[in-house]
């Protein structure tokens, strides 16, 4: 489908033929940038336009259409200004009421006028009537539409009409210049019983008369099967290409014979679980390959990653390489920063810590010796990719709760390793070995790229896995390290709180320690720092016996490491907190957590936060605070969560409530999402992986015709 050039005045990127800029800016807030944008952009749903309904027959709540002619049509101002029409055919009366109008709805509305009205009838004060109905006048023996009639999404000041017709009109364009030629194999199409494109446009765009309307709605006809599969494979090609293509770009082999890492796991005070083994040995596989890696790392709460991400970066180093590790929040990132440190210490290796809330000073002296390479391993923030940051040798870039992070900073810490530059030399033989007993690290240069893997502790469902991380190749843990207590959650409604505060004072005098999590207030931080101030005061009048302290994200960083080190150390046996504490707080003292409000969060957040106690020997317990009334979506939250321990049965119910765009924070990312399939049709991913795979080997001007015909330029997105 040829587009033309672009419009003059519209939006950049915009290409369709016949469109002003106007209604080109509206519809690029569709997605519509192209001809082919617009015959993929098929109907939300169906009104069925084929037939009239007489008024009596009129069912309340029902949409339905009726010819009626126009008795009178007034502007009323009680109790508020609205256009009331009143209107009649052979069978009774109805009210058509507009609360917001045009002068020339008024004027089309005059006394004997025939109409054609669709809309929900419902009861009223003056009878039956419709709100706000769509409606046009209707000349003698106008024929009834001989199908459903479409209803596309759309945006304000672009009405149906205009829709439908620049739809319409594309979609011959592209009939008659080969836009809706299929670019699946027939052998393919016929194995998979799949209708063809053209087909499948035409019915979903203009449903025959004996169509199933159940059918088109719940998305059961072949026909939308046909488009989610197409949808589905051109994720699968773009993401796959993006994996094989990866392998054209150079990567550090990072091989096994070093002493690093053996030396870490024989000073361990634990042994690796087998699922930890592992996905270590797949990890070291990958890392001593020319090409990079790109590899996700999921496992539940607590299940060890930390030490798996260790043994990564001793790796690089032992090869004379640099490796980082960057972290969504201070509070996290600072954790792993003192586990690497109180694990390798002892083999003489050094940290850097760069973080937003360090000392100038501090942080640009970290920063010269990561430059310099004097340092090997490096934590930190967001810190890491700003500008003045830079790497002498980055063989290996670990991101943590990755999906924290947008597109582009997932990207930019391996963009910091790309490419080599002549003035980072490698040290000479005079210079001081790196972190005291590693090898030299070597010269950096030519094309290269470092190995990249990302972390989650937020389980990804298998279906999520094979189509939007379809480029990365997944290793999981899916064990927890012996000693691990499960922890007992239990709802209790917010007129009992006087029991749960009870419940705090007798574990902390029992030598234990809890949390208790404000709750989360989305539209204003302002508001969630008052209600932890409250919190604190609250508890701290309620329970003087106990040392509690507070710590939120307003806090500056020394503080609250200063609070985070007393409860550490059991100085403070409460501590009241704000979400920051969600991840990466590790007190195995600590066997109580309270979430204020957990009708609030989300069920990724209720499991992390949990997953905060039961890091011990000893009995543990999450109670989750509710207030009444619960809406159905926080009461499907809060049954999911108290039924279920395991992480990634969590994930699934998670994705099946949220949908995959909020559940990876892909809206916030620019990922382009799937529209159209539905991502617990497990068998129709895996079929466009393997028919992804088998074009992909044998005919690439398919792959590029169909990647062209779904993505556009849009692409490149799918492989961040």
Known sequence: MADKPAIPGAPQGVFLRGVGSAVAEKLERLGIRREADLVFHLPLRYEDETRLTPIRDALPGVSAQFEVEVISAEIAYRPRRQLVAKVRDASGLLVLRFLNFYPSQQKVLQSGARLRVFGEVRGGFFGSEIIHPRFHVVGDDEPLPQGLTPVYPTTAGLGQATLRKLIDRAIERASNDGGLDDTLPETLRARLALPELASSIRILHHPPPDISLEQLETRGHPAWRRIAFDELLAQQLSLRRAH?????????????????????????????????????????????????????????VGSGKTVVAALAMLRAVDNGYQAALMAPTEILAEQHYRKLVAWLAPLGIEVAWLSGSQKKRARAAWQQKVGAGDTALIVGTHALIEEGVEFARLGLAIVDEQHRFGVRQRLALGQKGMGGDARRAAPSASSPPVGGSEPPLRAWGGNRV?????????????????????????????????GRTPVLTKLVSESRRDEVVARVRDACRAGRQAYWVCPLIEESEALQLKTAQETFAYLTAELPELRIGLVHGRLKADEKAAVMAAFVANEVQLLVATTVIEVGVDVPNATLMVIEHAERFG??????????????????????????????TARARLKIIFENTDGFEIARQDLHLRGPGEFIGARQSGLPMLRYADLEDAALIEQARTAAEELLRGDPAVVQRHLERWLGGRGELLGA
């Open 450 to 482: 470092p190995h990249q893997l990302t972390m989650s502790a937020t389980p990804i469902p298998r279906t999520l896995a094979m189509s939007y991380y379809a480029d990365l190749d997944v290793s999981v843990i899916d064990e927890l390290p012996p």
């Open 244 to 300: 094989a293509l990866r392998r054209a770009h150079v990567a550090p082999q990072l091989n096994a014979g070093g002493k690093l890492t053996d030396a870490l796991l024989q000073q361990l005070p634990f042994r690796l679980t087998t699922a930890q083994q592992r996905v270590w040995e797949e990890i070291a596989t990958d890392l001593a390959a020319p090409h990079p890696m790109r590899r996700l790392l999921q496992g539940d």
């Open 603 to 632: 069920l990724a957040q209720l499991h992390q936060l949990r997953g905060r106690v039961g890091r011990g020997s000893f009995d543990s317990a999450c109670i989750l605070l509710y207030a009444r009334p619960l809406g159905e």
